[in-house]
């Protein structure tokens, strides 16, 4: 049995695995629907609000030939403090796998400690695995030959504007460090990468090849890639109107596309603020692929349960 709750949980030959079964997926998915979850009946446990990967994950299952179970907290007894290791004993008594948004980390580790079935992460305040491999398979289709990201990722420059100490920063700071690409990431000092990614990569012994940098331009400077999230992340609401002021400079817009290379693409994960950390301009032009990347978590996280579903 294996978990997927940080995106280096597969092993090099699993992850090619993944990025091919789930352009494959993408390319067959109207005339040959697949039965790899037949019989199956997959967890859906929410924590937090979600439209994409809630809805992704619902229809993917389904395509597999399995059958959702909806969970969250109000419906069930974690909402009045069953604890997570009886609730993983219990829910492995009834399903093949489990899938879990929630904010800290260390629950959905916790869940992984007592669950006998497969845990997916479906997105914590310190990952977003999911989102992070549909959002590489956006960029090779975009601009590569094979399915094979240790080939085609290697090199490549992305630069992510905003909130640095995010879940998507931590996230694409773990992307470079497996697939070799160059990862800038620039915003408030206030908001930069945490030493939590420095010591994670340290302890699984993968590189650090990103740089934090206040200077949008020297991230932005001949990017392949410029990335965002929303400013204000699920759960620091109270703090609104303080991040607005802070990162208003690192807004993705036309003067920052500029410093990037010609071919530049853009991406964000959704959903997106327009005229707040990317204008709008930026978001209606035809570097934008926020809707693929939207698409692609369909395919690819089809293509995680798969494998998830082998062991
Ligand atoms: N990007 C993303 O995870 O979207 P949702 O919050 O709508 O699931």
Not at 170 to 178: E, K, P
Not at 277 to 306: W, Y
Request: hydrophobic share 35%.
């Amino acid at each position: 049995m294996k978990h997927f709750l940080e995106e280096n949980n597969f092993e090099k030959e699993e992850i090619e695995a993944v990025f091919n079964q789930a352009f494959q997926f993408k390319k067959n998915r109207i005339n040959q629907p697949t039965q790899d979850l037949f019989g199956q009946s997959w967890g859906m446990l929410f924590y937090k609000n979600s439209t994409r990967t809630r809805v992704s994950f619902e229809v993917g299952i389904k395509e597999l030939g399995g059958h959702p179970v909806l969970l969250d907290l109000s419906s069930t007894q974690i909402g009045r403090g069953e604890s997570i290791k009886d609730t993983a004993k219990v829910l492995s008594r009834f399903l093949d796998g489990l899938i879990i948004r929630t904010h800290g980390h260390e629950l959905i580790e916790e869940f992984s400690r007592y669950a006998e079935i497969p845990v997916v992460n479906a997105l914590t305040d310190f990952l977003h695995p999911c989102q992070i491999y549909a959002d590489c398979m956006t960029i090779m289709e975009k601009t590569c030959k094979s399915y094979n990201p240790y080939q085609e990722l290697r090199g490549k420059k992305l630069a992510f504007f905003g909130d640095t100490s995010c879940n998507m920063a931590n996230s694409w700071i773990l992307a470079g460090a497996l697939w070799g690409m160059e990862i800038y990431l620039s915003g408030p000092e206030e908001f930069k990468p945490t030493e939590e990614i420095e010591i994670f990569c340290k302890n699984c012994g993968l590189p650090s090849n990103w740089k934090y940098t206040p200077d949008y331009a020297e991230a932005a400077n001949d990017a392949d890639i410029l990335y965002t999230d929303v400013w204000v992340s699920m759960g620091c609401e109270e703090e609104e109107s303080d991040r607005k002021e802070k990162m208003s400079p690192y807004q993705v817009n036309n003067h920052l596309l500029e410093k990037a290379k010609s071919d530049v693409l853009f991406m964000h994960c959704m959903p997106a603020h327009p005229g707040e950390e990317v204008s709008k301009e930026v978001l209606a032009s035809p570097k934008s692929i926020l809707f693929d990347q939207a698409e692609n978590r369909l395919h690819m996280q089809k293509a995680i349960l798969k494998q998830l579903s082998k062991y």
